[in-house]
């Protein structure tokens, strides 16, 4: 059956679309969940969630389906999918104060595209931003490479309003820039999976345009030199807007996927950009290239809009180029303290040559967050096993440095095992204790971040 409810709302328990929101980017397996629904508003989302909450239904909210954690795939026969795809208008840019309120099913780089006529923008930028909805960036706290200059969702969000598990309707912050009142519950619910409430508007802090930008690529012919250079930039007192990495894998595996003339003879490469005033930058690009001249690395130097939009488009094309590699990718998503960037890739790469299981490497190098995937055949059982043990091991290696278990992905079902590596004691069972303060019937996205 597929139409409008006695309710007016948008529902669908068709096979072929049931079948459609029942996975994400993860490679967790696929679930078919009971009904999904596409409220066009927030009274809407209301008369869902009071539904589920009268006949003990639970409800998993939706995006776009990028997330790399399993976190929006429902789990048992009785989830109610929320699809927010439909509640997508930028409702108001308030440049007097630069905000911009939205609904959050508005894809990431629509906003962008909105907000860069009027020369404003919106700097978290997720290498998903082509599809990904602000909703989902609010609900996974996502990052992306402008966030070591800039931050990440978090910094960007002012005020949400929200649909609780028992169908209230609560606003959570507001217009102004700061803000001393009580707990921030706003704060709670970013990155919360979706496991407390529903997120149905979004104020969001916006900025002035840069004044211009410039495009480096670096290439190195040892791996380790273009971690020193990463640590190098950073202490220098220089903040890139973005330093994007990726390793010799990530690049053959992008040319040979979708060619973009990235050279091929290279361990490792760094994408940086600089923006703000042009002289400014300028100097400061002169800095960069001075750093990785003396490590050994070579630069080359975007020349106009197609050049950096090509690699760009190669640094975002890694991901799908992977799943030509093998058939399996255990993706995570480590982040380091910035000085142990070296260490890590080194770890990553002795990892890979000592198990024989091929680790590629890419990610956000600037804020430590470095992208692991292990390639490995989900049919063969062994090597499955073996590459999951890999990923425990760089999770304990992780830790040891001071780094964290996830950086931008969030814990979704994937991680939920692992959580109680980085999250002990009284803090998981404040944790836990939220979790049942906002939900104590467990209708929001059960079986997601507590294992
Ligand atoms: C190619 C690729 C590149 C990526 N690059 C990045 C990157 O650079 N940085 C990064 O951070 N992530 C990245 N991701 C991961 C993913 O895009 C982000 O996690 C993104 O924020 C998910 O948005 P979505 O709209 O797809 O949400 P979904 O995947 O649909 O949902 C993600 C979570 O948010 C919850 N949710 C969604 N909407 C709401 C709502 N309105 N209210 C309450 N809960 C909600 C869901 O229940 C789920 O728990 C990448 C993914 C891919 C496939």
């Known amino acids: 059956m597929k139409g409008l409810s006695s309710t007016g709302i948008h529902f669908s328990t068709e096979k072929e679309d049931l079948m459609c929101y029942g996975f994400d980017a993860s490679a967790v397996e696929s679930s078919i969940p009971r009904v999904i629904v596409w409220p066009r508003n927030t009274d809407e989302v209301v008369k869902v969630v009071k539904y589920a909450h009268k006949y003990n239904l639970v409800i998993v909210p939706r995006g776009a389906g990028t997330g790399k954690t399993g976190a929006s795939v429902p789990i048992g026969a009785n989830c109610i999918v929320l699809s927010l795809e439909k509640m997508r208008k930028m409702l108001d840019v308030d440049t007097k104060n630069l905000t911009a309120v939205v609904e959050p099913g508005i894809v990431n780089a629509g906003l962008q595209r909105e907000l860069e006529y009027s020369d404003y923008f919106y700097p978290p930028d997720p290498a998903s931003l ?242 692991v995937n292990i390639m490995v055949d989900m049919e063969d059982r062994d090597e499955y096993t073996k590459g999951m043990a890999i990923a425990k091991k760089i999770f304990e290696i992780t830790l040891g440095l001071g780094g964290s278990i996830s950086g931008e992905h969030g814990i979704g079902i994937t991680k939920a095992p692992y959580i109680g590596m980085e999250i002990k004691g009284r803090e998981m069972e404040l944790m836990k204790g939220i979790k049942r303060l906002f939900d104590p019937r467990g209708i929001m996205n059960p079986g997601k971040i507590f294992p």
């Open 130 to 371: 082509n599809i990904c909805t602000i909703g989902g960036n609010v609900a996974t706290n996502a990052g992306g490479p402008r966030a070591i200059k800039y931050g990440v969702t978090r910094d960007y969000v002012m005020g949400i309003e929200v649909v609780l598990p028992d169908g209230n309707v609560i606003t959570l912050g507001g217009k102004t820039y700061k803000r001393a009142v009580g707990y921030d519950l706003k704060d709670i619910i970013i990155g919360s999976e979706g496991t407390l409430a529903v997120i149905t508007k979004i104020r969001l802090k916006i900025l002035p345009l840069p004044e211009d930008v410039v495009t480096l690529l670096l290439l190195f012919n040892a791996l380790e030199s273009s971690g020193l250079v990463v640590s190098k930039i950073i202490s220098s007192g220089l903040i890139p807007r973005t330093i994007e990495f990726m390793d010799r894998f990530s690049i053959e595996a992008v040319e040979n996927y979708k060619p973009t003339g990235l050279p091929s003879n290279v361990e490792a490469l760094l994408l940086i950009e600089l923006d703000g005033y042009p002289a400014t930058i300028k100097k400061e690009a002169e800095q960069v290239v001075d750093i990785c001249n003396s490590l050994g690395g070579d630069t080359i130097v975007a020349e106009d809009d197609i050049a950096r939009e090509r690699l760009w488009e190669a640094r975002r094309s890694i991901s799908p180029s992977l799943y030509h590699i093998r058939s399996t990718k255990i993706s995570e998503d480590i982040v380091v303290p910035r000085d142990k960037i070296p260490v890590i890739l080194v770890e990553l790469r002795r990892l890979s040559e000592g198990s024989g299981i091929k680790i590629i490497s890419f990610g956000h190098a600037g804020d430590g967050n470095i992208h």
